[in-house]
């Protein structure tokens, strides 16, 4: 286990309280639409996070002012303690942020194993990854990595193979290899089955041990798995907070969201 970043603990004594990334009077505006207004947010060093909402919400423009995709219009965003507004996207990353998108994005003609020695070594072209040996240290991180995600059987089978829900769990272990400090998953359950909803579930819980997490999500059953803490952000603002079950019978939530939800249900 050793030079194995990924166990070591997330929140140390010295990172007690410290907060991985909070928003102060985050605005952005889309042609004077505020699809984010005023949002106070903040989680801790070493937190899982859920923050749900209906349709427009703005959750994934909440991502998108964390990586520095979309720039406040007021506001700002501060990452580890430091204010993200004059960066790039690519510095923000490189400040050790990891995103994850909706669809998968792992390259489908290479294997899960040789997926995982890319996302290690993102400066080697992949050429270069496939016909030198990588390092024994980088090739024990892809075994565990492997394991970590439950694709191990699977390791040099063409990614192309891989279920929906394997594909999304490689992804996410793409995320882990490049070790960063807050890993942002946006609705990684959608269109999955129940059986690969629950494996995802479990890998997110697994990885909260050692990351910092912010999951936007969806799926109820989904969120009642993993949260611990739950954000309902509803137009563009912090609706309330709490843990499933306060969240689930707040009148408020249950109107806007939850109610929805059971109309385009029934
Ligand atoms: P969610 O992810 O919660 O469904 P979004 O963050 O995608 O919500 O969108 C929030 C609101 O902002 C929506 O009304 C959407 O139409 C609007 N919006 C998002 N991105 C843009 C954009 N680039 N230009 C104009 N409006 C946008
Ligand atoms: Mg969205």
Redesign the pocket.
């Known amino acids: 286990m050793d030079n194995f970043e990924d166990t070591k603990p997330v929140a140390t004594v010295s990172t007690i309280g410290e907060k991985i990334v909070e928003t102060e009077n985050l605005t952005?505006s889309?042609?004077g639409?505020k699809?984010?207004n005023h949002l106070d947010f903040s989680m801790d060093v070493g937190e899982l996070r859920v923050v749900i909402?209906?349709?427009?919400?703005?959750?994934?423009?909440?991502?998108?002012a964390i990586t520095g995709k979309?720039q406040p219009t007021e506001g700002q965003v501060r990452f580890k303690g430091r204010n993200t507004k004059r960066l790039a996207e690519h510095q923000i990353a490189r400040l050790g942020i990891g995103r994850k998108f909706q669809t998968p994005r792992v390259f489908l003609n290479l294997t899960p194993r040789e997926n995982l020695e890319l996302a290690c070594n993102p400066k080697k072209n992949i050429v270069g990854t496939l016909f030198r040996r990588s390092n024994s240290s980088d090739r024990r991180r892809v075994i565990s990595l492997l394991e970590t995600v439950g694709l191990t059987a699977k390791a040099d089978l063409p990614a192309a193979l891989l279920s929906h829900g394997e594909k999304q769990r490689l992804e996410i272990g793409m995320l882990v290899a490049q070790s960063p400090d807050l890993l942002l998953v946006?609705e990684p359950v959608a269109g999955l089955t129940d059986e690969e909803t629950q494996n995802v579930g479990d890998l997110l819980l697994a990885l909260a041990e050692s990351h910092s997490i912010l999951v936007?999500e969806h799926d109820m059953e989904f969120v009642r798995q993993i949260a611990r803490k739950v954000t309902v952000?509803h137009e563009?603002t912090v609706l309330c907070e709490g843990d499933f079950e306060e969240v689930q019978t707040d009148p408020r939530v249950i109107e806007v969201y939850l109610g929805k939800q059971e109309e385009t249900e029934a």
Do not use: M
């Open positions: 952005v889309f042609d639409f699809a984010l909402g209906p349709n427009g919400a703005g959750k994934t423009t909440f991502l998108d979309v946006d936007i952000l563009g």
